[in-house]
Structures are given as C-alpha cells and as structure tokens.
C-alpha cells in the first residue's frame, strides 16, 4: 500500500508539469505523450532493481524541477531532435558522476544556494500561471484552485493530486461539450524514436541547466530523505543506473529522471510497516504501479490537450509551489552569498535569451561570477 500511495503522489502530483515542459521544447503532442510513458518505464525499472538488490527503500522519480526549467526555456527556439539531443547529454552527464568521481566533486563546488536560486527563478513564471489563469479562464481555473486549498487543509499528501483531477474532470466536461471524441487506438500508450541531434547551444541552454538542477534538487535531496531514515544510498550504482536510464528515456522524449526527494519518504517512512528490513518491498511495488500509471499516458495527455488553454499550466504551477517556496527558502537563507543568489534568481525569472542560450545557463553563470569576484573577496 506504502508503494502504491508512492507511485499515485509522485505521477499525479507533477505529470502536467512534465507534459508543459516537453511541449515547450518543441515536442507534438504524441512526441510528449511518448516522453511521460518512457520516463515512467525508466524510473519503474530503476526504482524495481535499485531496492530489489541493495534491499532498500530506494525510489526514483523524473525530474519535475527539470521539467519546470524546459518550460521556461520555451523562447529558445530549438528543434525537438536537439532538445533530444541535450536529454541524452543529461543521461551521460549524470552516469558519469557515478563513474568518475572528480565529476562529482566538481559538481559539489557549486553552491547550492546558486542552483536553488536559478531553479526559483525557472519556477517563478510557471508558479504565476494559476492566477494569471484567473483573469483569463475563471470558470475552469477557480473550482481547481478550491480543490487545492480544501485538501490543503484537509490533507496537504493530496492536495496537488486531487487538483490534478480536478483539471483533468474539467478538461473532459470541456471535451465533452465540445463533442471531440478520441479513438481507442489513440488511446494506447506509444513510443516514439527521435534521431538525437547535438548543438552546443542545446548543450549549455538544457543540458548543463537540467543536470544540474536535477543533482542539486533531486538526487543529493533524495539522499538525505534515505540518510534521515538511516538507509545508506549506493550513489554510484543509483546515478549509474539513472544516468543509463535518463539516456534510454531520452531517444522516446524522455528528460530524466532521478533519486525521489519528496516521495521517498513515503516508502522509506513507518507507512512502509515497522520491519526497517521489508520497507524496500515498497519501493519495488511503487516501480510496478508507476508501470500501471504509465499505460494511462497517452490518455491523459489526450485530456490535458483537450483542456481550456491555460488550464495544464495552471495546475502544474500549483503543483510547484512547494517546490518554489522551498528553492527560495534555501537560495535567500545565506547573508553572505544573498546578492549572487537574488541576480542568478532575476535572471532566471526574467525570461533572457541570449546568443540562442536561455536564462538558467546565464543565471547560473552571473551567479559564479558575483560570489567569486565579490562575495567571496568581502567574506
């Protein structure tokens, strides 16, 4: 039961954030329908062998602050083959540092105030889209806004899956009065090859921005949720098979995938039963019920397109907020670096784009330079 809650929060909670983020780097409708299902097969086989072998509770995830950061790099005019391209990138980039153990080091120089910074400042537009959305498609957006607020207050686990729910209930009522139909073989969950193509603009506008995103927010957090619950994580064997697993997932529209940070501690906590020694039989079932989820991809994505424009949005921004609070919260919380981490947070937010690279390389960069050059010369 501790595996099948795992897998219902974690797919439900951030699907819609995952299907805005494709579309955003150029992917059809199809193309990211096959990117949800092959991030779901990835992370339920990884998450089935990790805690089968190492008998831990160990799960994984896709990366839902990836996901937020490929929407945000939606005025980066890419082809979807050269954002598949900078995917697979992530995949390698992310094996190889549990392979190479200078790249993890090297990873661990940055600070992470200034990676919580860039990714706040990714999550700032997404996270205004609910009440944007309010100003625009009041009828669809408020009744899921209540949702989210009633299972706040009732039962904050719930809270952005029940509005989830509601969006999709509202996309179908809108399909329905609209009199669209879908055929059943449209239906059926697909997977659809994308020949890579590589640029060095892909490279430093996703790939650098996404791996390290995905490091800094998902898998080093993912690791202190398994240590609060004195469970030691096999790093090299997790990135190994993440990394291996993100590049798999990427020729079919994947992003990446990674450690879970805030579900694992729903496998790995006392709901998983008092034996310590059986928690990673959750772990295992979550990878079988995400691979259940996964089936129903295409027919989501079927609703979340038939949904009143804006509506996806507005539920994937609920759905960070969270996440934004948190990111700011860690990015801010340090006096001495306060100054890099607000520039790399602006930047970010702000939407630039420059020399065909987004904001999140140039915010991560800005950020480097302000603590090098001045921070760090005042502490």
Known sequence: MAGLVTALVGYTSSFAVVLTGLKAVGATDA?????????????????VGLAWFTKRPITTAW??????LLAGAAAVNFGWDQAVGAFLMTGVLIAATGAIPWLGRLLAAIPVSLAQAMLAGVLLKLCLAPFVALSTIP??????????????????????????????????????????????????????????AFSLEAFMAITLPLFVVTMASQN??????????NYQTPWRASMLSTGIGSAAAAVFGGHAINLAAISAA???????????????IAAVSSGGFYIVLGLASAAITALATASPEGLLEAAAGL???????????SAL?????RMSSLVAFLIAGSGLSFAGIGGAFWALLAGLALRLLIERKRH
Not at 319 to 329: D, K
Request: with cysteine; proline share 7%.
């Open 139 to 196: 009828l669809y957006v408020a009744p899921v806004i209540v949702v989210w607020l009633v299972f706040l207050r009732l039962s904050p686990r719930w809270a952005v899956p029940a509005a989830m729910a509601a969006a999709l209930g509202i996309a179908g009522f809108s399909m329905g009065q609209a009199g669209g139909t879908a055929v059943m073989g449209e239906l059926l969950p697909t997977l659809q090859f994308t020949a890579p």
């Open 220 to 229: 080093v957090p993912g690791v202190a949720v398994l240590a609060s619950f």
């Open 333 to 337: 919380s340090d006096p001495t670096s």
């Open 63 to 68: 990366s839902t602050p990836g996901a937020a």
């Open 319 to 329: 759905a960070l907020l969270g996440t934004l609070g948190a990111s700011a919260s």
């Open 266 to 280: 729903l496998a790995a906590g006392d709901e998983a039963g008092e034996d310590r020694s059986r928690r990673w």
């Open 31 to 47: 193309q990211a329908a096959s990117g949800l299902f092959a991030l779901t097969i990835a992370l339920a086989i990884c998450a």
